[in-house]
């Protein structure tokens, strides 16, 4: 069954650290908000006083609803973040606001429970709601209204919202163009929509196939990899096999399209289409409340080059579009797709069984489903791995964060571990000379290292390494590598080269 869900939210910076850490960039970034804050509502119409003193206030609502929200790690856990309330219950919790017309209003009149992600944040939203206004709330409201419509609107709010949270907060130096800014507008409205022009255009079948083929492999390699863990039991691993077992594969695109006939466009005004396809997005969202979960439904359009794990289904996804270069190669050889994309698929299956998927069963449901001693020592091996990635120096002395980033980082590192076994299996029956003067073992670390090149500025370096549950690309690379043995012996990396680690700092987990 399909749960409501409800969340924190409300800042206008990305995260809530922002608002409250002290250091010399959070102070800026602040500084540099109260200013964007400002220029908005003067570009509204109000004078100078007016809007410094309105940007303040909204300043003020929002860090006192960033000091009572979950930091990204604390949302990390889904047992802090599931709690089941009846509407009479949250009434309780958050009294002061009226929760069955709030429901009644957006279309949820017959709701009877849902998932309060973060009480504490609730409970103190309703004492804070009489902190504040009437006129505050209506322009913080306002506000709200505007940041989420802005790229939709005259060219000065365009570019008010670009010099913030492009130039300010990522270091970019220019606005894309703006056909890409309607294209990109255009494809999350009807994302599936383009995405089976796609498909019909860029995917063949046969690229399908193989993609089943190497899932395949990979879920063979698993499975022997779990067999011969030495830190597991056997009761631990049973289960595990079970669930790797499970595991629902879903490949290119959804073999049920979504229909958008019912969204309206007109030629009105660009922003009017863009509100007019968010009620069309919320009104489906909602109609999924309290009915059976649609198995068949994507979460990613064919188009997307990304992928994802879905612990409370079981379920890894390869849209259509990850399925060509550097991630794939249709003609490559064995050890380059396995170094590319047959190490993002054991990334997402890795995804089930990392510090948050372990959490899941087969079903999907949370459950501690590890023995206390098998969860210990995983939970000391990954530490190894936190401890990695927090002495790695992003940039002058700011540290990467190996608590935030610790289930990518997992997912990484088993992905890498999963898919070299899976090349072995391939190589035994298809053997494989130089190419280029490289061995398969060096191309299947080399395409590794080729999906995650990347050029980047030092502020989006900054904003990535606080806000970005994934390591930097370089650090996606040069940080599980050291702990593969695989890796030593194919460039014989020796003690003193770089990318050398004691014997006794390697990390193995799967």
């Not at 003690?495 to 004691?502: A, N, T």
């Amino acid at each position: 069954m399909v749960i409501a869900q409800l969340a924190q939210g409300g800042l206008g910076m990305p995260d809530r650290d922002y608002y409250i850490d002290n250091d010399e960039r959070s102070e800026n970034l602040r500084s540099k908000y109260i200013e964007h804050l400002k220029s908005n509502f003067m570009l509204m119409g109000n004078d100078d006083e007016t809007s410094a003193t309105v940007a303040k206030t909204i300043m003020d609502i929002e860090t006192k609803l960033a000091k009572f929200s979950m930091t990204r790690l604390e949302r990390r856990d889904p047992f802090k973040t599931y709690n089941k309330h009846s509407i009479s219950k949250l009434q309780e919790l958050s009294p002061k606001i009226n929760w069955k017309e709030y429901f009644s209003n957006i279309g949820l009149s017959n709701i009877n429970s849902l998932n309060v992600n973060q009480p504490v944040f609730f409970e103190n939203l309703s004492s804070v709601l009489t902190d504040f206004s009437i006129d505050d709330w209506k322009n913080y409201l306002k506000w709200n209204l505007i940041r989420k419509t802005a790229n939709y609107l005259s060219n000065e709010f365009i570019d008010s919202y670009f010099n913030f949270y492009g130039k300010t907060m990522s270091g970019s130096l220019e606005n894309r163009p703006r056909w890409k800014r309607v294209l990109g507008t255009t494809n999350s409205a009807l994302s599936e929509a383009i995405g089976k022009l796609y498909v019909a255009k860029y995917f063949p079948p046969k690229a399908k196939e193989r993609m089943k083929n190497l899932v395949a492999n990979l879920k063979s390699a698993y499975a022997i990899r779990i067999d011969q863990l030495p830190w597991m039991s056997s009761e631990t691993k049973q289960k595990a096999q079970e669930k790797l077992e499970t595991i629902n594969v879903k490949v290119g695109y959804p073999d049920k399209w979504r229909d958008y006939s019912a969204l309206e466009v007109k030629e009105d005004a660009y922003v009017l289409n863009v509100l007019r396809a968010n009620n069309f997005d919320f009104e489906y969202m909602i109609g999924k409340i309290d009915k059976a979960v649609d198995k068949l439904e994507w979460h990613m359009p064919p188009q997307m080059v990304n992928a994802y794990y879905d612990p409370s289904m079981n379920e890894i996804v390869f849209p259509a579009a990850i399925l060509q270069a550097p991630f794939f190669y249709m003609d490559a050889d064995d050890a380059v797709n396995y170094g590319a994309i047959g190490v993002v698929i054991g990334h997402e299956m890795t995804h089930g069984f990392d510090d948050q998927g372990k959490n899941y069963d087969k079903n999907g449901n949370l459950n501690e489903w590890w023995t206390i001693e098998d969860s210990e020592k995983f939970k000391q091996r990954t530490k190894m791995l936190v401890n990695q990635f927090n002495s790695f120096i992003v940039i002058d002395t700011i540290h990467a964060d190996g608590k935030l980033t610790i289930g990518e980082n997992i997912a990484d590192l088993g992905g890498l571990c999963i898919s070299h076994t899976a090349l072995q299996i391939a190589l035994k029956e298809n053997p494989q000379e130089k190419i280029n003067g490289f061995t398969a073992e060096q191309r299947f670390y080399l395409a590794y290292a080729h999906v995650w090149a990347q050029n980047i500025r030092d502020k989006e370096i900054l904003r990535r390494t606080k806000e970005d549950v994934h390591s930097l690309g370089n650090l996606r690379v040069n940080g599980p590598l050291p702990n593969l043995i695989e890796f030593y012996n194919a460039f014989d990396v020796k003690e003193g080269d770089k990318m050398w680690l004691p014997e006794n700092k390697r990390v193995k987990i799967w």
